[in-house]
């Protein structure tokens, strides 16, 4: 029998072992997880309330020789507990059981601390992966990312008015969901949209290895929201970007490209700028179509997968009571 159980400094070097056979890319960026998620996890041990988990968890799966067998990572959504991630997942070769032990421990563990989302990113082309999630715990495909690096800033344009941007605050969080929730494909509505905390900055910026800046676009007149933008980096280096722009708006790609391109260059002239394209927003078509018309070059495609927890409605019959009902559904 498999046990499960948080990672702990005992477990680190197993586990550094374990990935570097696996995806020794990997290797690197675990090493930050170990220094929060280890400490992290004797303070998340007492805390019952999800509300309260802030942090990446991380759990191991070993067989009955105590030999490591799989570790996966999980992360609650900032800003909204009840929506968790499957951040990573690794398990030996022939291994597949302890994997999905992993999987199914997780969701069994914070389903009954009322998390009612689950879900994970995965590269469409990891397709034994996707069908542990699938067939063998229960999610579904809901619609995939796409991850572009700009190869070209031919598109750049010089003469934008910098005055239609201004940078975000936290109190612009419900128009940034409202923007969000309103561009989203209407049959992604349920599983995908987003809470208005979800886009607060974070307090815990000391923890988090990202610096990230965000922009809104916003009408002078009137007020409302053309854009929103989301800029991240690591190292200073490497930037991703991700836009949220409304279908009726989308003439204004190249201005808010230009616009995001710009400050970037104020911080480091030679950058690697990422793009992001989400599928299950109206704009996707069009995004996709202009990166292709610009050369910009498509580095992955990640397939969106997630498992919900559904509460019927009560019934007016008395003869039908409340029940919790899984099924497998989206973000």
Not at 154 to 179: G, M, Q, T, V, Y
Not at 180 to 194: E, G, M, V
Not at 224 to 251: C, G, R, S
Not at 270 to 276: A, E, G, P, R, S
Request: proline letters at 2%; aromatic letters at 16%; one cysteine or more.
């Amino acid at each position: 029998m498999a046990k499960i159980k948080k990672i702990s400094y005992s477990d680190i070097l197993h586990v550094k072992k374990l990935i570097s056979v696996v995806l020794s890319d990997n290797v690197m960026s675990y090493r930050r997880l170990f220094f929060l998620s280890v400490p992290v996890t004797y303070i998340q041990n007492f805390i019952y309330d999800v509300r309260l988990r802030l942090f990446p968890e991380t759990y191991v799966v070993s067989d009955n020789f105590k030999n490591l067998k799989g570790v996966i990572t999980v992360k609650p959504q900032y800003g909204n507990p009840y929506k968790w991630q499957i951040k990573r997942l690794f398990f030996a070769k022939n291994a597949y059981e302890e994997g999905k032990q992993l999987i199914e421990y997780i969701i069994a563990k914070f389903g009954a601390r009322a998390v009612d989302t689950f879900y994970v990113s995965i590269d469409d082309n990891q397709t034994e992966l996707i069908d542990l999630f699938v067939k063998g715990c229960g999610f579904r495909y809901c619609s995939s990312e796409s991850l572009w690096m700009v190869s070209n800033l031919n598109f750049i344009s010089d003469n934008i008015d910098e005055s239609l941007f201004r940078p975000f605050k936290n109190s612009d969080n419900k128009n940034s969901a409202d923007l969000f929730n309103d561009t989203l494909i209407t049959h992604y509505k349920y599983s995908l949209s987003k809470d208005k905390n979800e886009f607060n900055d974070t307090f815990i910026q000391g923890f988090n290895s990202e610096t990230v800046f965000k922009y809104v676009m916003e009408d002078k007149d009137s007020h409302n929201f053309k854009a929103f933008i989301e800029i991240k980096t690591i190292d200073n280096k490497n930037y991703f970007l991700d836009t949220v722009i409304p279908p009726q708006n989308i003439e204004l790609l190249n201005v808010i490209l230009s616009y995001a391109v710009k400050k970037i260059s104020k911080r480091n002239k030679n950058f690697k700028l990422y793009i992001k394209n989400r599928k299950y927003l109206q704009t996707g078509e069009a995004l996709e179509n202009f990166f292709r018309e610009n050369r910009f070059e498509q580095l992955q495609n990640n397939a969106i997968l997630v498992r919900d927890f559904f509460k019927c409605i009560k019934e007016e019959n008395n003869s039908f009571n409340n029940a919790i009902v899984f099924s497998g559904f989206e973000i």
